[in-house]
């Protein structure tokens, strides 16, 4: 059984609702300091510890930890016709939508020869992270490699966990995605000790050091892109899935509790959320969860996650209290299903990503609808985004002045440089404009 919150009578002040909202046990923080003792691990002893750590915790040590050519390429050509043609739809949609994401350069012209122009800037080397372990994510390669490609980036290295099943190897249909899409820097590699060889690199690999390191993963890939970040940039601490359904009774309960297990199925710490103001719907949607999890082969595992203190039914007045709730819970993905859903978008502030209407359910995002699905989880999609091209890019204010235009200005630098008892400032300001 979900547990129940019921919020009914009054929302409580912001920091008690923080408090209130549904979060697993074991976060990144719980996981710092096994992450660091990984990447040093990785540091001190190169692609050993690389090969230990794969033994340990993924499916053996890989024969190559860099994968070759030619497996890339044999991967390929082992795609099924149905996958193909879904992943050829999927890279296409998503660089469509990405290509959306790129901001057009600009020049504000403050005075006569006074200007600032602003420009963006690709990474010059990234390195994504495509997740292994429960299940199997080509579409994780999609959202990574065709953001950055799209924002221009010359040099992009994917990581993955080897695979027990075949034989400590990346899975094929991660490697053949990355041949779709032209990568053939790939390594056999998983978890925090793989993000810290991206942000230090491995000599004996021949792998540099990347600036950037997106994509989703456990608390421990979280965990060490919380390490390195400062070394190299991430994108977020993206940890274990979550979804927060908006709903009322005009919902169909057989949807929302179709899309409440498709999320929880990726992990037992998975979050799933159902916020509503109508208990005779909660209890229908409850009701509906058993039999469409029966025939599941992932059932044990969401029924994990369902029970879980990460997962729950919230239930409250309105739909103005239901989108407060969500703000505050900041759901990686957030689905509206009510009688007025604009209404409700229009309340709401704080998501990774937002699906509207009951033809829209999260599935769509994860695969085939053109958003990106690396998203920002733990609530920090209240201050953080989730990827896209402009991820990989860099804002840069490129400043042209005139003799005339610094000569208007350089009373001004003078009156503040001296304020703030930095006299060299104003100074070299004067140096110019006395000449």
Request: aromatic share 4%.
């Amino acid at each position: 059984m979900m547990q129940r919150i019921d919020l009914r009578g009054g929302l409580p002040a912001r920091a008690e609702l923080l408090r209130l909202m549904p979060r697993a046990a074991g976060d990144v923080s719980h996981a710092v300091d096994a992450a660091r003792e990984l990447i040093e691990d990785v540091r001190h002893r190169g692609a050993a510890a690389l090969r230990d750590q794969a033994e340990r915790f993924d499916g053996g040590a890989p024969t190559n930890v860099r994968v070759p050519a030619a497996e890339i390429t044999a991967a390929v050509a082992g795609l099924t016709p149905e996958v193909r043609a879904a992943l050829d739809e999927a890279i296409r949609r998503v660089r469509a939508a990405s290509a959306a994401q790129i901001p057009a350069p600009s020049v504000t012209t403050l005075a006569d020869g006074a200007e600032v122009h602003q420009r963006w800037q690709p990474m010059r080397r990234v390195g994504l992270y495509v997740p292994g372990g429960k299940a199997v994510y080509p579409s994780s390669v999609v959202m990574n490699v065709v953001a950055a490609q799209v924002a221009g980036v010359p040099s992009i290295a994917l990581v993955s966990p080897p695979q027990r099943d075949h034989g400590g190897a990346v899975h094929p249909t991660i490697l053949a995605a990355a041949g779709l899409l032209g990568i053939d820097e790939v390594y056999a590699m998983g978890g925090a000790g793989a993000v810290g060889a991206l942000a230090y690199g491995v000599a004996e690999l021949d792998l540099e050091p990347v600036d950037l390191v997106t994509g989703p993963g456990n608390n421990y890939v979280a965990a060490a892109k919380r390490l390195v970040r400062g070394v190299v940039g991430i994108d977020s601490e993206a940890g274990a899935t979550e979804i927060l359904v908006i709903a009322d009774d005009t919902a169909d309960a057989g949807f929302v509790a179709a899309d409440l297990i498709s999320q929880a199925e990726h992990d037992e710490q998975a979050g799933s959320v159902l916020v509503t103001t109508s208990a005779a719907f909660a209890d229908a949607v409850e009701a509906a969860i058993p039999e469409r999890t029966a025939v599941l082969g992932t059932a044990a595992r969401l029924q994990t996650a369902l029970d879980g203190p990460q997962s729950a039914i919230v239930l409250v007045d309105s739909l103005t209290d239901a989108a407060t709730v969500s703000n505050a819970y900041g759901p990686e993905h957030l689905e509206i299903q009510t009688v007025d859903d604009d209404a409700v978008l229009a309340d709401v502030d704080a998501a990774g990503a937002v699906f509207v209407g009951p033809s829209t359910p999260v599935s769509l995002g994860d695969y085939l609808a053109g958003s990106n699905h690396v998203l920002p989880t733990g609530g920090q999609a209240r201050f953080g985004s989730g990827l896209s091209a402009s991820t990989f890019l860099r804002p840069q204010q490129i400043v042209r002045y005139t003799p005339e235009a610094l000569a208007e200005v350089a009373p001004h630098i003078v009156a503040l440089s001296t304020e703030e008892q930095l006299p060299a400032h104003g100074a070299a300001v004067t140096e110019r404009t006395n000449r």
